[in-house]
């Protein structure tokens, strides 16, 4: 028999008083099939990442289990079908002849800063820097009077056009 670690996420519909008895119908699915149970800690009501089946909790249970590698696809398909449990990791236990532990772990956050890509903190200010106006555009070198002046007949410009057409092309 190899050792295994389950995580179950049981609906959040159960009461302190009603959990044992529904532990006890999943170990007693899992001791059909051969499995031992060696321990288990209910860790408790958490908040879900995303609602699962329109739940947005669920109680959480780690459990250290014994049981053959051959029976365990049973174990998981069975256990997975029982309306109980919302979610179910099956994980080998790798930390084989130490203690089970389930204390908690604080884990200290610090921001991510990036080296290789160059992505620094960014510094928010309480107050916004006021947007400056955009400046009217300079006038262009031709200038709006002297365009009126300079108007061209449309006779001068079939003449233009004609001219130009009728040069060779080098």
């Known amino acids: 028999m190899k050792p295994y670690e389950f995580l179950l996420i049981l609906s959040p519909q159960f009461s302190d ?3 044992p ?3 006890d119908g999943i170990f007693n699915a899992i001791k059909k099939e051969g499995g031992e149970i060696k321990q288990h800690k209910v860790v408790g009501r ?3 990442a995303y609602p699962i089946n329109h739940m947005k909790h669920g109680c959480y249970v ?6 053959e590698s051959l029976a365990l696809p049973k174990v998981n398909r069975d256990l997975r079908l ?3 449990i919302l979610r179910l990791d099956i994980s080998k236990d790798v930390s084989e002849g130490k203690k089970f532990d389930f204390q908690e ?3 200290e956050t610090q921001p991510v800063t990036s080296p290789e890509v160059g992505i620094k903190p960014v510094e928010v200010k309480s107050t916004p820097e006021p947007i400056e106006e955009p400046k ?3 006038e262009t070198a031709v200038d709006k009077d002297k365009v009126d002046k300079e108007k061209i007949s449309l006779e001068d410009l079939d003449k233009k056009l004609e001219e130009i057409l009728n040069e060779e092309v080098l």
Do not use: N
């Not at 780690?62 to 049981?67: G, M, T, V």
């Open 17 to 19: 008083e009603e959990l």
């Open 62 to 67: 780690l459990a250290e289990i014994e049981i």
């Open 105 to 107: 772990r604080k884990v």
């Open 136 to 138: 009217p555009a300079e």
């Open 46 to 48: 958490q908040p879900l």
């Open 82 to 84: 029982m309306p109980e």
């Open 21 to 23: 008895g529904v532990l």
